[in-house]
Structure formats: C-alpha cells, structure tokens
T-cell receptor
Framework: GAGVSQSPSNKVTEKGKDVELRCDPISGHTALYWYRQSLGQGLEFLIYFQGNSAPDKSGLPSDRFSAERTGGSVSTLTIQRTQQEDSAVYLC????????????FGAGTRLSVL | GIQVEQSPPDLILQEGANSTLRCNFSDSVNNLQWFHQNPWGQLINLFYIPSGTKQNGRLSATTVATERYSLLYISSSQTTDSGVYFCAAPHGSGNTGKLIFGQGTTLQVKP
C-alpha cells in the first residue's frame, strides 16, 4: 500500500477484555516494528519483526502482550486481559529491512481501557 | 542501552522566526532519525542522518557523530510546523532498527 495502515484507529474496551490491533506495512518492507506512546512515558519500543520472525521480544511490557506476523506482511498485536495502564497509542512502523533504514509510521491505534 | 536527550522541551515561536533543536545521545550511532509528530498524532520522518548535513526546504539537520549530538534547524517557521519533534537512535551497536526516542521538543508557532 501507499503507507502503513493501522486498524482500528480508536478502540475503547473494558478492563479484562482482550484486544487485537492490526498493522499493514508498506508493500515490500521486510521489517515491522511496534511502539507504544503513553502520556508521560514517551515512545517506547515493543517488538520488531524481520520477515515473520521476532528475534527480540524483551520490550513487551508483560506476558499479556503478544504479537505475530504472517506472510511477511500483516502483523497483529494482542493484549490479553487489558488493564487501565495499557491505555496508550500503539504505533506501527515498517522499513525496507532491519537496521540502517528509514522507518515509516502508521497513524496509530488509540486504546482506551475503562 | 543508549540515552537520548532533547532540548529544549518546549519552544514558542512567532511565525517567521528561526529555531534550533538539539539531540544528545550517549553512545556512537549509525542510525539517527528526526521525526515530526503533527497535532493529529501522525509521525512523519524528516531526516535519516547518522552523520553530516542534509537539507529539505526550510528544514536542515546536522549530526556530529564524534561529539554525539544532532541539530535540527527550522527556518522561517510556519504555523504548520507546530507539533512535537523527536529524535531517535538505535538501542545498541551494530545494525539495529530498535529505536530509542528522546522525550521530544514541543513547538508552537504563533501567527
């Protein structure tokens, strides 16, 4: 596609529910990244994929968070048993490959946990 | 991991003024990027500049890798330049796309 696409743009959920956030990277980009932007916390790195592989999951905040990527394209970030502290904007980015290349960001998913 | 610090945290300008934003990083880098986050939250990549100087219209950036800092220059500022400016550098040595972001500089340009 022309840019990185994320859906939904907004998600309101109740505490304890599971949510899935989707990212569709730029066509041909092999690397995909998830970041989280919280008030007062800035932008923090969560996880990256090179192809369908996620070599470094250390940025995921807890074991309630998981992510997968299929076909070297679409990625899903899943948060189980959401908590209020999960409220944030979740941003996805993609780049031609891992490393020294420009990252292009999607518009983000604003998650609100009530 | 690397520390990334930006200054100033906030900046208010009158339209037409020039400004310089600074980004200090604690370790050598091979990947330094500047972003603009507009008031709608969209992050736009401005520069990929691990070293040297680049210019794009009214914006330019310089990275002095040996001294571990980068500068973003905005000339003849416009109200559309308002938003938050972030610099980001990789977490560790080697080729890495795991970017660590500074806390940002919030710019407000008044008409």
């Amino acid at each position: 596609g022309a840019g990185v696409s994320q859906s939904p743009s907004n998600k309101v959920t109740e505490k304890g529910k599971d949510v899935e956030l989707r990212c569709d990277p730029i066509s041909g980009h092999t690397a995909l990244y998830w970041y989280r932007q919280s008030l007062g916390q800035g932008l923090e790195f969560l996880i990256y994929f090179q192809g369908n592989s996620a070599p470094d999951k250390s940025g995921l905040p807890s074991d309630r968070f998981s992510a997968e990527r299929t076909g070297g394209s679409v990625s899903t970030l899943t948060i189980q048993r959401t908590q209020q502290e999960d409220s944030a904007v979740y941003l996805c980015a993609s780049s031609l490959d891992w490393g020294r290349t420009i990252q292009y960001f999607g518009a983000g998913t604003r998650l609100s946990v009530l | 991991g690397i520390q990334v610090e930006q200054s100033p945290p906030d900046l208010i300008l009158q339209e037409g003024a020039n400004s310089t934003l600074r980004c200090n990083f604690s370790d050598s880098v091979n990947n330094l990027q500047w972003f603009h986050q507009n008031p709608w939250g969209q992050l736009i990549n401005l520069f990929y500049i691990p070293s040297g100087t680049k210019q794009n219209g009214r914006l330019s950036a310089t990275t002095v890798a040996t001294e571990r800092y980068s500068l973003l220059y905005i000339s003849s500022s416009q109200t559309t330049d308002s938003g938050v400016y972030f610099c980001a550098a990789p977490h560790g040595s080697g080729n890495t796309g795991k970017l660590i972001f500074g806390q940002g500089t919030t710019l407000q340009v008044k008409p």
